[in-house]
């Protein structure tokens, strides 16, 4: 039994410094050694402990920094996340704050950024973090959109009905009423005004007023008014008075109530030929197209007097006239006779003379026809003796035969006389030639 409590005494011993748990202090005090990390709470149940983790950090015994960063669009508006031992920081871009980059730097101006933040004409004032609005009159709330029941004050008469508007109202009177308020009496329920004048009612006194029709005047619209006093019509028109109204009677050249309007005479295209047709007062002047004449342009003007074709017929056109030359003349107004030698139309030198539409040749000796196309043969009477008879115009030549000489190839040459024998032999002439007699 010693042993035992000796035993026991250890371990109470050992319980005062380990504090062990348990009715015979079996358990020793699992958080004792401090077993949770990073500032975790341990907890004993038994002989287990287990750990309460501060944010940011897990596992068994909260040794585990959890990455928050780890978690998509943490940190707002393009901010870059930094993970922190238990936390983390967002690094924002510039003109971005707060823990995650979710506030601007600057105070936003709500009434830029919306122009219709004030309705019905209220003005906005921008303050830091907001905005307010100052109301015209007639409107209230945030955002000046509530109408002020105007009605709410209003003092119509009992027996109207009160129309609120925007920062006042209207009493609708019953019959018989009448008055900003309907307070008063109607006085047009008597048809006072006549002529079919429209009636008011003075909102102030509660008398009639008249607004008489053209042409009538008076308190209550029975006195004729004389236009004529007046002149109404335009462009020395002469006014005619009549009852309650008055006409007038317009000068050539005018129409309408009043005269007022020019008639257009231009409107019944009377020029002719595109003619351009001038309004006038009273009528019209045509502006005719070159060729034309008249007081409509109906008229051509004929060209061709004075006649300009010198030798032809001259044709008229519009503006403009054409010449039909005679035979044997040219150009625009025919003044250029045609020169028919200029072709050379005559043969065998011969002599061209111009003549009107036509021409006339003058032959050399020798030759004939119209062209002097035709050659007398001057070698038909074989004029060359001893030779080739060549013609010419009014002449001939002779290509004599070896021997022979002279215009007409008669005379014989003597060969002899230029030695033509060697070695001192005879020389003999011949007719046409020579021999040698050695």
């Known amino acids: 039994g010693n042993t035992i409590f000796h035993r026991n005494d250890f371990l109470l011993t050992e319980c005062s410094v380990l504090n062990p748990t348990g009715k015979e202090c079996q358990w020793i005090n699992a958080c004792t050694s401090q077993p949770c990390a990073n500032g975790s709470t341990c907890t004993v149940s038994g002989n287990k402990f287990s750990c ?68 019905n004409g209220g003005t906005c004032t921008n303050h830091n973090g907001g905005y307010a609005c100052v109301c015209v ?9 509530k109408n002020i029941d105007d009605c709410f004050t209003a003092s119509c008469a009992n027996g109207s009905t009160c129309i609120d508007r925007v920062a006042s109202f209207s009493c ?72 309650g109204s008055f006409h007038c009677e317009c000068l050539k050249g005018y129409t309408g109530p009043r005269c007022e309007m020019d008639i257009n ?37 004929n060209n061709c007097d004075p006649d300009p074709c010198h030798h032809g017929e001259c044709q008229d056109g519009i503006d403009s ?11 625009a107004i025919c003044s250029e006779q ?31 026809g119209v062209n002097c196309e035709n050659n007398f043969d001057d070698c038909a009477s074989n004029p060359c003796i001893h030779g080739d008879c060549i013609d ?29 024998c060697k070695n001192h032999a005879l020389c003999h002439n011949i007719q046409g030639s020579y021999l040698c007699e050695c």
Not at 137 to 145: A, L, Q
Not at 222 to 229: A, F, I, K, P
Not at 267 to 282: E, F, M, V, W
Not at 359 to 366: I, K, P, S, V
Request: aromatic share 6%; hydrophobic share 20%.
């Open 52 to 119: 309460v983790c501060l944010s940011g950090y897990t596992g068994q015994k909260c040794e585990i920094d959890v990455n928050e960063c780890a978690t998509p669009g943490l940190c707002q508006h393009g901010g870059t996340c930094v993970n922190l031992p238990g936390s983390y920081r967002c690094q924002c871009k510039p003109g971005y704050t707060g823990h995650r980059c979710q506030f601007c730097t600057e105070d936003v101006d709500e009434c830029q950024l919306q122009p219709n933040a004030c309705q």
């Open 137 to 145: 009159n007639g409107w209230s709330g945030d955002d000046c959109s």
């Open 172 to 243: 609708i009177c019953p019959e018989g009423k009448a008055g900003l308020l309907c307070h008063l009496d109607d006085a047009c329920v008597s048809n006072p005004c006549q002529k079919g004048a429209l009636c008011d009612t003075n909102p102030v006194n509660g008398h009639y007023i008249c607004t008489c029709p053209q042409g009538h005047k008076g308190a209550d619209c029975t006195e004729d008014v004389d236009e004529s006093n007046s002149n109404p019509c335009e462009h020395a028109g002469k006014c005619v008075n009549t009852e």
């Open 265 to 301: 005479e231009c409107h019944s295209n009377p020029c002719q030929n595109d003619a351009t047709c001038l309004d006038k007062i009273g009528g019209f002047t045509c502006l005719c197209m070159p060729g034309f004449t008249g007081l409509l342009c109906e008229e051509n003007i």
């Open 321 to 331: 006239y054409t010449c039909i030359c005679n035979p044997g003349y040219m150009g």
């Open 338 to 368: 045609i020169d028919e030698c200029h072709s050379n139309p005559c043969l065998h030198q011969g002599r061209c003379i111009d003549l009107v539409n036509g021409y006339q040749c003058n032959c050399l000796l020798g030759t004939s």
């Open 392 to 420: 010419g115009i009014n002449r001939y030549n002779c290509a004599c035969k070896p021997g022979f000489t002279g215009k007409r190839c008669t005379v014989d040459i003597d060969e002899c006389l230029s030695k033509p």
